[in-house]
Nanobody, 124 residues
Framework: QLQACGGGLVQAGGSLRVSCAAS????????MGWFRQAPGNEREFVAS????????YYADAVKGRFTISRDNAKNTVFLQMNSLKPEDTAIYYC???????????????????WGQGTLVTVSS
């Protein structure tokens, strides 16, 4: 089970951190990722992180502004969002593929487990 939180309203140029707590499995056996869905748009990949956190991958739209990290001791994955833009407004979902599956699945848009989403609104 994945539980995301930390969304909210922020002005353009500001920062926000969302987090996602996992339960019910061995967290370090799963790569983790974040997706987002803006109103009227399809859900899109944002970022992913490997099992140990040593490798990360970002969508071009957020590269250099967002940072994904994880704390395996706390079964939590984070997304630090800086220099936010109005076009970053979306519901943000944490997600994971099957156990031991690599980040490629998330990058391709596939996930087996989804959090409930947390809304991030960036005002101009």
């Amino acid at each position: 089970q994945l539980q995301a939180c930390g969304g909210g309203l922020v002005q353009a140029g500001g920062s926000l951190r969302v987090s996602c707590a996992a339960s019910g499995g061995s967290f370090s056996d799963y790569v983790m990722g974040w997706f987002r869905q803006a109103p009227g748009n399809e859900r899109e990949f944002v970022a992913s992180i490997s099992w140990s956190g040593g490798s990360t991958y970002y969508a071009d739209a957020v590269k250099g502004r967002f940072t994904i990290s994880r704390d395996n001791a706390k079964n939590t994955v984070f997304l630090q969002m800086n220099s936010l833009k109005p076009e970053d407004t979306a519901i943000y979902y944490c997600a994971a593929p099957r156990r031991y599956e690599a980040m490629g699945a998330l990058i391709a848009g596939r996930a087996d487990y989804w959090g409930q989403g947390t809304l991030v609104t960036v005002s101009s």
